[in-house]
């Protein structure tokens, strides 16, 4: 099946709603606000779920289509979940009902993008206080009432702040820091920019930091009484002080020159960069004194040469696909434990103990989180609708979403 029948097809899918996880169960567990969870670490707070699926999956609750393309992945906040998609040459914001998968609004952003690894939006909605933060492929920035996805502001970061768009397409998801919306325009001296949430309206910009913007988002962390954001640009692992955006560190060993796209691991005063193409890992040690932040590396590794989906930190270890092989490798010496293909090249995310785990080829995976040897549980097919299942699964509120395309699906993985 070619790209355009792919998509096609799924304009025509619509919710199939077969059994809605309902009450105190549900009910109670934690949101899923933004970009790899609610601390942007990959990792979910969800217990009590199944520790093996059926061979053909989990229950599933509800499918919906006509989504638009794209690989970007869901947030949820209360009973709405939150979509990015290219429909109809309009790069598109869904609001979609948590117990049946119908939509609730769709607003337009702009233009959608196309391009030759696949056409649409990259990034996840940010959601905080009623208000829904989300950046296009095209460089639009918005902000939206998540009650009806009326606009409040929009600007296009890269008109804006004199970046240029990535060759595979902005692929960041904003940050929200205080009161400070971060993305990455990739400007001279603006490689990181600080905007008003409220207003739209530049705050700071990384004034002597001129990289393009690579396709990580960011993350904020604070080293002694210093607030930092920390990122991946196209170029080096650098860091910024979130108060004004001054340069505090960059190193350029863990970035290549094709794509970086991992999102940084912050543990204990110590960032984690990763990224692939021939290049590797490194930890580099923080620390405050007088206001700023002194950087100094920890270990340089070959053994993690993370691509597109991700690392996670779950007990001292760091469990990610280096290229396409899943490693488990100690977040403090980068000694390996374990390597295994599992379900190929993927994205990954932590919940219960247990590694939940989306190859690129359309097989989703379930296996523990041990540093003492891979061990698969469980697997199963989505299907394939000609371009890589890139969007990172989401976990939560007893369900595991996957995105693929222009469908969501929920599945039940409640115990």
């Given at each position: ?383 394939d609708l000609g371009l890589p299942s890139w969007s990172h699964p989401v976990v939560t509120q007893g369900c595991l979403y996957i995105r ?11 115990a």
């Amino acid at each position: 099946m070619n790209r355009r029948t792919a998509l096609q097809l799924l304009s025509g899918v619509g919710p199939l709603a077969l059994a809605p996880v309902t009450g105190s169960a549900a009910g109670s567990r934690s949101d899923w606000p933004q970009w790899r969870g609610p601390a942007r670490d990959g990792r979910s707070t969800e217990t009590g779920l199944l520790k093996s699926w059926p061979r053909n999956g989990p229950q599933t609750v509800w499918t919906t289509g006509d989504l638009g393309s794209g690989y970007g992945s869901v947030s949820l906040a209360g009973d709405s979940l939150y979509l990015h998609g290219g429909l109809s040459g309009k790069s598109v914001v869904h609001a979609i009902d948590r117990a049946t998968g119908r939509k609730k609004w769709t607003t337009q952003l702009g233009r959608t993008l196309d391009q030759d690894r696949g056409p649409g939006p990259r990034g996840t909605p940010t959601f905080e206080n009623g208000r829904l933060y989300v950046l296009s492929e095209d460089g639009e920035l918005a902000c939206l009432n998540a009650a009806d996805g009326k606009k409040i502001w929009q600007k296009n970061i890269l008109t804006g702040f004199g970046g240029s768009n990535a060759h595979w397409l902005i692929s960041e998801s904003p940050l929200i820091e205080g009161d400070l919306v971060i993305v990455q325009p990739g400007g001279r001296d603006s490689a990181i920019v600080a905007i008003d949430k409220n207003t739209g309206q530049p705050k700071w910009t990384s004034q002597g930091l001129s990289d393009p913007a690579g396709y990580a988002s960011c993350i904020a962390a604070t080293v002694g009484n210093v607030r930092v954001i920390l990122t991946l640009t196209a170029k080096a692992g650098v860091g910024v002080r979130a108060s004004d955006g001054k340069p505090m560190f960059r190193f350029e060993e863990p970035a290549n020159r094709t794509a970086n796209c991992t999102t940084p691991v912050f543990h204990n005063n110590r960032v984690f960069f990763t990224s692939a193409y021939g290049t590797g890992a490194q930890l580099v040690e923080l620390e405050a004194s007088g206001g700023e932040i002194k950087a100094k590396e920890v270990y340089f590794s070959r053994d993690m040469m993370n691509h597109h989906g991700g690392v996670i930190l779950h007990e001292g270890h760091i469990y990610g696909f280096s290229n396409a092989i899943l490693t488990c490798m100690d977040f403090n010496t980068g000694d390996v434990k374990w390597r295994d293909r599992s379900v190929g090249k993927g994205s990954l995310t932590y919940a219960d103990g247990h590694l939940y785990l989306l190859g690129e080829r359309y097989t989703m995976g379930l296996a523990e989180a041990s540093p003492e040897a891979y061990k698969e549980k469980s697997r199963f097919s989505i299907q394939d609708l000609g371009l890589p299942s890139w969007s990172h699964p989401v976990v939560t509120q007893g369900c595991l979403y996957i995105r693929n395309q222009a469908t969501l699906t929920c599945y039940n993985i409640l115990a």
